[in-house]
């Protein structure tokens, strides 16, 4: 079973940010958080991941709390093409599967 | 960056036929790869994960004579839908772990295979 719960959908303005919850209150000490994203009819595609600080690449920034039971992604300047099933993964790099949970469906509002 | 080739994008087939998918690492070695299924407006399910050189791991639930799978090669893993069903009409997806890189981008999916079946 998926280890994190998202929100089903969301809405956001273009041009606004978009901030994606995650909980994963059962986070172990050496999994890490990832986000990948489905945009309509193609396979996933890695947006970021991180461990404990806070993480910024050129698609988007995730910011973790401190006792990392929960994150947020962040897409600065969301525009129609973020439209996309977002997924939030904890897992230990090495070794494991990756199990998706159901995501959060993200529409971007013209 | 790494890259994973899935073919065919789409396919049709008649009831009873089977269908053979391939999944390619283009610039990297594949020691795993992992097969998905996606029916429509759900998530991704792990069907089996598939190791070079040896037999593969199948998930829960999943008919390993229905799907086969065989990795030959450290860059080439297939799936065959035997004796297809139109319940077997769904997306498959594959993705290929690359060797371990540290906590990075390490696994890189296809594009997917729409397979329906009439």
């Known amino acids: 079973d998926a280890k994190t719960t998202q929100p089903p959908s969301m809405d956001c303005a273009e041009g606004r940010a978009a901030n994606l919850p995650c909980n994963h209150s059962t986070i172990s000490g050496n999994e890490y958080v990832y986000w990948y994203r489905q945009i309509h009819s193609q396979g996933p595609q890695y947006i970021i991941h991180?461990?404990?600080n806070n993480e910024t690449n050129e698609m988007a920034s995730l910011i973790i709390t401190e006792d990392r039971k929960s994150s947020t992604l962040i897409l600065p300047h969301a525009t129609l093409r973020d439209t996309a099933v977002y997924y939030c993964?904890?897992?230990?790099?090495?070794?494991?599967?990756?199990?998706f949970g159901k995501g959060t469906r993200l529409h971007i509002l013209p | 960056g790494a890259v994973v080739s899935q073919h065919p994008s789409w396919v049709i087939c008649k009831s009873g036929t089977s269908v053979k998918i391939e999944c390619r690492s283009l610039d990297f070695q594949a020691t795993t790869m992992f097969w998905y299924r996606q029916f429509p407006k759900q998530s991704l399910m792990l069907m089996a994960t598939s190791n070079e050189g040896s037999k593969a791991t199948y998930e829960q639930g999943v008919e390993k004579d229905k799907f086969l799978i065989n990795h030959a090669s450290l860059t080439l893993s297939t799936l065959t839908v035997t004796s297809a069903h139109p319940e077997d009409s769904s997306f498959y997806i594959c993705s290929a772990k690359r060797p371990y890189r540290g906590h990075s981008d390490g696994y890189t999916f296809g594009s997917g295979t729409r397979l329906t079946v009439v």
């Open positions: 993964i904890v897992f230990m790099n090495r070794d494991d599967k990756i199990i």
């Open positions: 991180g461990l404990k």
